[in-house]
């Protein structure tokens, strides 16, 4: 196991972020099908409050999660993306 800039060879993916997402009106169900066909995602949860999805994402690299982000905004349906990496996890 080794560490490059920016890159961890070997284990699980390392880094994580959530993903809000705000959807137009009536758009929620087709933006749900389409984020079934992208890599990258743990889970996906809807939601009430600011936003209506929350996802899960967990990659390799910062410019995977740019891709993943650039991805799921040309989503038809998607009003506004707010990203979010995970800077420690806490089990309970």
Known sequence: MYITPYIFHGGEKVIKAYILIRTYVGKLENVLIEMKKLNNIESVAVVTGDYDIIVKARV???EDLMELTDKIQLIDGIKRTTTSVIEK???L
């Open 60 to 62: 390799d690299v910062l």
């Open 89 to 91: 996890e806490i089990t």
